[in-house]
Structures are given as C-alpha cells and as structure tokens.
C-alpha cells in the first residue's frame, strides 16, 4: 500500500531539500540513508566542541541569491573567508595565485613586476598550438615556476598521473590575481554554518520521517510499493546493478587525529602539500572553520586534523570526485537513459547525475527538481 507521495533516497544536500520542498508543498515523505548519520558528504561531528568535516572539508560559496536566502533560513552562517596555504619543500605560498604569492615566490612588489615575469615564463615555454595535455596547459597560462612549484606535483597526487598524461580540461583556468588578496573564492557570500552542517542539514529536515543505517534495494524489497514515486541520490549505475559497467572516480582517505592539549597545529584551516615529499595532498585543522572558539567565543583547547589521500576508487570505497572523460560520459548517458525510462524514479544529486556539483549549485538543482515535481 502506498503510504507516501516520495522516498527520497539518500539524506544529503539533494535529498534534504528536495523533502523540505515536498514537506512544505504537502507531500509525505520518507527519507532513507545507508550511512548512520544524515547530511550526506557535508556531514560534521563535534569532537571536543570541533566540528569535525568527516568526508572532506566544506566551504559554502555561492553569488546565487535564491540559494544563499534558502540556506539562511536553515543556519547562520560565519564569517569564513578560505585562505587556503600551500607548503611547497617547507617553504609556504599563499594561494590562489595571487600578488602575495609572486611577492613569496620572486620577491616583486607591483603587478607590472609580476606579469613581467609570468609574461617571460609563459614565452619560455613556447607552446605551440593548443595545449595537448594538462602541463602545457599549465605551463602556457602561468608559466614554469608556479606550475613546478604549486600546480604539478599536488595535481598528480590528486589524479595518480603524471600531468602530461592528463587531459588539459582538468584546468581549463588557472585564477591569476594582480592584486594581494588571498580569498580563494570570487563569489559574493562564503562561510560555514554555525554549529555544522549536520544542524543545518537537521533543520532542513525538521518534520521529515528519516531512517538512517537504511539501504534502499533492502527497503524497497521489504515495503514493495511504499511510496508513490523515488527521488534516488545514490550511484546511478549502483541502482541499476552496474549493468552495462562501473562508472569510475577518483577517492579520498581521511586520517584523522585528535591533537590533545594543542591549541594551534598548522595555524589555518587548509594547508596544502603541493610536493611529492608528503603522500598526502591536504592538511586540515577543522576548528579553523568556526576561528578556534566555542560558541561562547572561548578558545578550544584541542585540534583536530585530517591528512587527505588521493587514491583510485574500487568497489566498496566512498566514490568522491567522478572522472569525467569521454568513456565515463559515455558510460554515463547510457545509464541516465535507463534511469529516464525507469518509472516512478528520479535520479538527482551528485552520484545520481555523475558530476562534480558544490554545494549551491546542489541546492539549486535540488530545488528546481523540487519546482518540476511537486507542480505536477
Ligand atoms: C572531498 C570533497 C570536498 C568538497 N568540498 C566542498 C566545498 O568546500 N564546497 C562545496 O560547495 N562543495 C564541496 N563538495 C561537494 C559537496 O559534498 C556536494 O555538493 C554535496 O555533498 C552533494 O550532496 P548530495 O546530496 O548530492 O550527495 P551526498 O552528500 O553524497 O549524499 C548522498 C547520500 O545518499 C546515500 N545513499 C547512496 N546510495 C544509497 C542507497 N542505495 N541507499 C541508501 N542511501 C544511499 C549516501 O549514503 C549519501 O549520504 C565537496 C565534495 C567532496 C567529495
């Protein structure tokens, strides 16, 4: 017997609003995740009053106005700026690619100095033609000293190649700023919900029915009929029992730490490794999300922090950032066609649609699904 208008599959960004939406529209939901625990891959725990980023960390940003009204109304966000660092043989960079960066790396002081030297770098080069791969791509946009130092061995790590191997997509841009200004984002409103993303994710959920520790092809096999139609944010080619292949993607191992009685470890939330001296492509010290304090603004007195390893994805890992060539597109189509004639189900949200999506532009598909569906 059908008992609600949706099962939402998967309890992250996509799934939580899509069910705010439907909750609000009059619709019975029942939302289910595999994982213990709600908010997807934005999830925080407090350990020691931290709020710990399990699966990577998150930065809101966003210049959609629609989206960052809808988000407010579920959390108060911080003031965070990312300023991210990058520690390159010891030696520290401030990122993105910007005037204090040239002022580290070659000791100019004006934009006309730097550009000097970026302008000669990119001639040195001398590519010829369109870039054939990742590194001449690079080396064509801001020239050797910054593709050696910041860009060329991080990269590989993320990927596990080597940058001539690589598709010159990847970095279609590489952001170079003239003027001293560290913010990593251009976007018109940044920061971190306070508490974490799970409160916020919570909110977002307030008068939901959630079952977590859930897996839908065991639901679904139990309560046959349950729910008039799916909205399914798992892995596409997962729901259809891999049939036509494995989408491929590339995954991330966290090791965390909890750094006792140590106030200030690396003294900013993310500080990149961009040399193949360390295996690790990121550190990050979570409490530097919410400026170190409790919310009585008192100073933590521990740390915490997550080494981050890049790594292929096999079957059983956490898939993170899909690979999106030709083959895995391909692949992708055939099963978005499936999923299109598949009745009563939609597919949505990252792993749903094969695509890298941040934060807002996940909001702003959740809604607009939200629009179409719930206008029917
Ligand atoms: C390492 C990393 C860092 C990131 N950093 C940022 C950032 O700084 N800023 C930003 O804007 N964005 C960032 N993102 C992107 C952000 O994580 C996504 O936009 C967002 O989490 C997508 O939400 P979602 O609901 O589509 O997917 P998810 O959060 O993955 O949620 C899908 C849920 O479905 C559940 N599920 C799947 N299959 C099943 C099944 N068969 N049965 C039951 N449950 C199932 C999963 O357990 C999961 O909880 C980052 C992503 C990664 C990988």
């Known amino acids: 017997m059908t008992q609600y208008d949706y099962l939402v599959v998967g309890a992250g960004l996509t799934g939580a609003v899509f069910a705010e939406r439907a909750r609000a529209a009059g619709r019975k939901c029942l939302v289910i995740d595999r994982r213990d625990h709600i908010a997807g891959n934005c999830y925080t725990e407090s350990v020691r009053g931290i709020n710990v980023h399990r699966y990577g960390a998150h930065i809101f940003h966003t210049s959609d106005r629609g989206v ?14 990312n300023c991210p660092v990058a520690d390159y043989h010891g030696r520290m960079y401030n990122l993105p690619f ?29 590519i010829e033609g369109e870039p054939r791969n990742l590194e001449e791509q690079a080396l064509s946009l ?21 940058c001539a191997e690589l598709p010159p997509s990847i970095i279609k841009r590489l952001p170079v700023r003239y003027v001293y200004d560290n913010n990593y984002f251009n976007d018109r409103w940044q920061g971190i919900p306070v508490g974490g993303y799970t409160k916020m994710v919570a909110a977002m ?27 399914y944010t798992g892995p596409i080619d997962e729901y259809f029992g891999f049939r036509l292949g494995e989408l491929e993607w590339r995954t991330v191992r966290f090791e965390t730490e909890l750094l006792e009685g140590v106030e200030n470890w690396q003294g900013n939330a993310v500080v990149n490794y961009t040399s193949h001296d360390e295996p690790f492509t990121r550190i990050i010290e979570h409490k530097w999300f919410e400026f170190g304090r409790d919310e009585a603004g008192e100073m933590l007195p521990d740390t915490v922090i997550s080494r981050e390893y890049s790594s292929a994805w ?8 899909p690979i999106n060539d030709e083959k895995n597109n391909a692949l ?9 004639a598949e009745e009563g189900v939609v597919f949505a949200g990252r792993l ?18 939200a ?3 719930l206008s029917e």
């Not at 002022?103 to 000669?120: C, F, K, L, S």
């Open 68 to 81: 960052w009204d809808y988000v407010n109304r579920f959390a108060e966000f911080n003031s965070y700026v």
């Open 98 to 126: 910007n005037m204090n960066t040239f002022a580290q790396m070659w000791g100019v002081r004006t934009p006309a100095e730097a550009r000097a030297v970026i302008e000669r770098q990119r001639a040195e080069a001398a």
């Open 142 to 162: 801001v020239g050797r000293d910054i593709f050696e130092k910041l860009v060329k061995e991080y990269t590989e790590k993320q990927w596990g190649c080597s």
């Open 205 to 231: 959920l307030d008068g939901v029915e959630v079952l977590t520790g859930v897996e839908y092809r065991d639901f679904a096999a139990a309560n046959p009929g349950a729910a008039g139609r799916v909205v």
């Open 314 to 321: 096999k079957p059983g890992d956490e898939p993170y950032y």
């Open 332 to 340: 992708f189509e055939r099963y978005w066609e499936l999923g299109q």
């Open 352 to 369: 749903g649609a094969y695509r890298y999506y941040d934060m807002a532009p996940c909001i702003a598909a959740a809604l607009d699904l």
């Open 371 to 373: 629009e179409r569906e």
